[in-house]
């Protein structure tokens, strides 16, 4: 049996609540002042949390009202290109906060415009949980997944556009899509921009992948399911040609690869990191890692992206 023991594992610093979803800033001009960004879901006082390279941390945002979900957008056409950008889903308020990433002093900047999503809809069931990035034809896009919601035309597919005359970063709805099965939640999601297919978890059903771009059908490319798997569907990451999917369950979760074309099981490893629900995956010169939420010390597992490699066709 293959497992990752939590004493070769680096944790961060805890957040004060509730920690949930992870993502990579990486600094182009100084590899080594990366951070590690994560989410508190509190209601009222949640936060986004900046963490070095060793798990310290080193930025807080003002106070969000249950953040869930957060991903980056390296570059594109948002800030003059001025990179990273932060977009965080703010549950109770139903929007998207948008933070510019000030790599002097390591905080962050709120540059959030006019970001409701599934407007004209109510109640806890459109409220928004996953988000991830996506960048093509030099055009900025998020997708963002609800608690719940309907069974069709579940997930909403924003563009991002810099105002001018705000100085901000506004959100327009171009596409619903995407199936739901009914069964618990969605939330994780993930682009993968080598094959512009997007994939986000179904909690009891398995992993949806459709076409990412905003004029595409309405029609799932593949589910993606492994009768190994036998927690929620949560945590999504691209690692190369894989994508890795977290099995959420109590004191050791367990982290699957597909083949992200075919959707193939490739193998897996299981870690002592307890009910791991986001994950995130970064391979850049001096930076390599995997991130993992740790539900039992509210804080970030980080993992060598070396070692998670080599369980590449090994089962737990």
Same mark, same amino acid.
């Given at each position: 049996m293959i497992t990752l023991l939590a004493s070769a594992i680096v944790f961060t610093q805890p957040v004060d609540f509730?920690?949930?979803?992870?993502?990579?800033?990486?600094?182009?001009?100084?590899?080594?002042?990366?951070?590690?960004?994560?989410?508190?879901?509190?209601?009222?006082?949640?936060?986004?949390?900046?963490?070095?390279?060793?798990?310290?941390?080193?930025?807080k945002s003002e106070p969000l009202d249950r953040p869930n979900n957060v991903d980056v957008i390296q570059g594109g056409n948002l800030l003059a290109?001025?990179?990273?950008?932060?977009?965080?889903?703010?549950?109770?308020?139903?929007?998207l906060r948008v933070f510019h990433v000030n790599w002097s002093g390591s905080s962050f900047v709120d540059i959030s415009g006019e970001t409701g999503v599934f407007l004209n809809e109510s109640g806890e069931d459109r409220a928004p949980m996953g988000v991830a990035a996506w960048q093509?034809?030099?055009?900025?896009?998020?997708?963002?997944?609800?608690?719940?919601?309907?069974?069709?035309k579940h997930l909403e597919q924003l563009e991002l556009k810099w105002n001018p005359?705000?100085?901000?970063?506004?959100?327009?709805?171009? %596409? %619903?899509?995407g199936a739901?099965?009914?069964?618990?939640?969605?939330?994780?999601?993930?682009?993968?921009?080598?094959t512009g297919r997007v994939f986000y978890s179904d909690e009891g059903n398995g992993v949806w992948v459709y076409d990412a771009n905003p004029e595409a059908v309405d029609r799932p490319l593949m589910l993606i399911r492994n009768p190994l798997h036998t927690g929620d569907h949560e945590g999504l990451a691209i690692m190369g040609d894989l994508l890795v999917s977290t099995d959420q369950r109590?004191?050791?979760?367990?982290?699957?690869?597909?083949?992200?074309?075919?959707?193939?099981?490739?193998?897996?490893?299981?870690?002592?990191?307890?009910?791991?629900?986001?994950?995130?995956?970064?391979?850049?010169?001096?930076?390599?890692?995997?991130?993992a939420m740790n539900s039992k010390g509210k804080n970030f597992a980080l993992i060598p992206l070396d070692w998670v490699q080599k369980q590449v066709g090994r089962y737990p």
């Open positions: 509730d920690a949930d979803d992870p993502a990579f800033a990486y600094n182009e001009a100084d590899p080594a002042r990366s951070l590690i960004l994560g989410t508190d879901k509190q209601e009222k006082v949640g936060a986004l949390y900046g963490f070095d390279l060793s798990g310290k941390v080193v930025a290109g001025t990179s990273p950008i932060a977009v965080v889903t703010e549950r109770i308020q139903n929007r093509s034809g030099g055009r900025s896009f998020v997708f963002v997944t609800p608690k719940a919601g309907g069974t069709t005359l705000t100085s901000k970063v506004d959100a327009k709805s171009v %596409r %619903r899509f739901f099965s009914g069964k618990k939640e969605t939330e994780s999601i993930v682009v993968d921009p080598q109590k004191d050791k979760s367990y982290y699957w690869f597909y083949d992200k074309r075919s959707g193939i099981p490739r193998g897996g490893f299981s870690a002592e990191i307890d009910e791991t629900d986001g994950i995130d995956i970064i391979d850049r010169p001096g930076v390599r890692l995997m991130a």
